[in-house]
């Protein structure tokens, strides 16, 4: 009879304890933790000015890599989203906005500095250093965050460890995952165990056609 048990969890972290399931599932549920759980991330940058140093390109990839949190019960993935939009609405889609200047002296932009039209949509935390501006030097912009996965790029992947390691029997293995602040780490794996199950049953559905 497969078991689940609660080993720890602490923050950011759980780690369980799987008695009675196959290694495969097992780590197909670690596999989905990293790649299938959606988490919201920046996509699109719209650059309005920038006289800093950096290309607007750097500026992006920066940007697109800092972690948004997440509410999996608002918005949807843009592929599953009926407005057809490429820009896409307010179901699967958030603006931040960052607009910036140094006056007298030098100035360090943080992540604390995107204004989101949605308060529970917004970086993990403020203090990720963005951009740093020479007096007289700004940058104005309009990010656009959506949901996606990690199998589609790193900056989605919700969680920075998600590790399967063997237990006392041969049967038996512990999970650990430690999410990257988007969503909690429990949500994480079930989620993942929820994808794993839909899959399947798609599978299910497909053989049973043919």
């Not at 965050?145 to 390691?165: D, I, Y």
């Amino acid at each position: 009879m497969p078991k689940v048990k609660l080993i720890e969890e602490s923050g950011n972290e759980v780690t369980l304890q799987l008695d009675g399931i196959d290694r495969s599932y097992a780590n197909a549920v670690r596999r989905f933790c990293i790649s299938e759980v959606p988490s919201m991330a920046i996509d699109d940058v719209v650059i309005l000015e920038n006289s800093s140093v950096l290309y607007d390109e750097i500026l992006a990839h920066r940007l697109g890599m800092v972690p948004i949190k997440t509410d999996l019960e608002r918005y949807i993935l843009p592929e599953k989203c009926d407005c057809g939009s490429p820009l896409g609405c307010h179901k699967c889609r958030v603006l931040l906005v960052l607009d910036a200047s140094a006056q007298d002296k030098i100035k360090t932009v943080y992540s604390g500095d995107l204004v989101s039209e949605d308060r529970d949509i917004r970086p993990i935390s403020e203090t990720i250093p963005l951009i740093k501006l020479a007096p007289g030097q700004a940058v104005k912009l309009e990010a656009y965050a959506r949901l996606g996965r990690g199998k589609e790029h790193a900056k989605w992947q919700p969680c920075s460890v998600a590790s399967l390691t063997d237990g006392k029997t041969g049967d038996s293995f512990v999970l650990k995952v430690e999410s990257a602040g988007s969503l909690p780490a429990r949500e994480i794996v079930v989620k993942a165990v929820q994808i794993l199950e839909e899959k399947l049953k798609e599978i299910q559905v497909s053989v049973g056609e043919k």
